[in-house]
């Protein structure tokens, strides 16, 4: 850090493990660029620790922590307030403190959203295939519930999707399918979609030779959105790109839930691009 005073406001993020994450080096960019006097820092949290932790939160007056896994669920009863978006999915990733009251968002969501938006995909009336049934498909397809699309999620675990399923369902008043994560379901449900998410680990470093679906069921009417970031070209987009479809990567979601946090701490609008371009640096040196 380049000057860190006695009015430096202090972010960070808590998880477990936490060694791997991208986000100290996008928002200390990020402030950096800003010339804003803030710090974020990295705090490895184990489960029975999140209590303190947030305990922590309020007696050193730190500013806001992004959750990551395995805290998005748990830390919700230690909370003050939650967004309403983030009380209907029930995982926040991002905590605002303010005058020791904490408030719990889902930057994921919307981070999710607007990377969709930002490449000019309206999810309103689209029918969305979401592969992947844990924290991540449940911020996102509450978000695209909200907005109107209509969802097909796809699991490994078929009980696991027809959970999710069933909550978006209670919770919108809408139907939402729920399949087993097969070759034969996909290519039912790849004929008739316009969005296609890969919410799985599939295909993730070191594993970068996987897919969760085979090239040929890619078509060019899909737009295909993998939230995996390492690597950024999965196999999963190159072949979506070869089909002719248009590609979103993990990156975008990536930065723009930072952005949306940096946000809410700082009340500044977050630099997107730069806070891209670091995670491509940082992403660059863990492989
Ligand atoms: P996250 O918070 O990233 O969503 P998670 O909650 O652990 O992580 O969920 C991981 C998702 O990837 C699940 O949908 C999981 O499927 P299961 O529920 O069947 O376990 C999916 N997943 C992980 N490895 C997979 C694999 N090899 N093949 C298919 N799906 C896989």
Same mark, same amino acid.
């Given at each position: 850090m380049s000057s860190i005073s006695g009015k430096t406001?202090?972010?960070g993020?808590?998880? =477990?493990p936490i060694e791997h994450t991208m986000s100290p080096v996008m928002h200390n960019a990020a402030f950096r660029? $800003?010339?804003i006097d803030y710090v974020y820092l990295p705090f490895h949290v184990r489960q029975e620790e999140l209590g303190k932790a947030v305990d922590g939160v309020r007696a050193l007056n730190i500013r806001g922590l992004n959750v990551t896994i395995p805290h998005k669920v748990a830390i919700i009863p230690f909370l003050d307030k $939650? =967004?309403?978006? *983030?009380k209907k999915i029930g995982a926040i990733n991002t905590i605002v403190h303010e005058e020791g009251v904490l408030t719990g968002y889902n930057t994921d969501a919307t981070g999710f959203l607007q990377a969709l938006l930002e490449q000019g995909v309206k999810p309103e009336g689209k029918t969305v295939v979401i592969l992947g049934a844990g924290g991540a498909s449940r911020a996102i397809s509450f978000i695209l519930a909200e907005r109107d *699309?209509?969802?097909v999620i796809l699991n490994r675990g078929l009980g696991r999707a027809e959970d999710l399923a069933h909550r978006i369902a209670r919770v919108f008043g809408k139907e939402v399918k729920a399949r087993q994560l097969s070759e034969g379901n996909l290519a039912k449900v790849l004929v008739r979609a316009d969005i296609l998410v890969n919410t799985t680990s599939v295909g993730m470093s070191p594993d970068i030779d996987e897919t969760p679906v085979p090239a040929r069921l890619l078509n060019p009417s899909l737009?295909?959105?993998d939230i995996v970031y390492n690597p950024i070209q999965t196999r999963l987009l190159k072949e979506a790109e070869a089909a002719g479809a248009q590609t979103i990567n993990g990156l975008e979601m990536l930065a723009w839930q930072g952005a949306l946090a940096f946000e809410k701490w700082t009340g500044q609008k977050a630099p997107l691009d730069l806070m891209k371009r670091e995670a491509i640096k *940082?992403?660059?040196h863990e492989n």
């Open positions: 406001r202090v972010c993020i808590i998880g =477990d660029e $800003l010339g $939650l =967004d309403p978006l *983030a *699309a209509n969802l737009v295909v959105f *940082a992403l660059g």
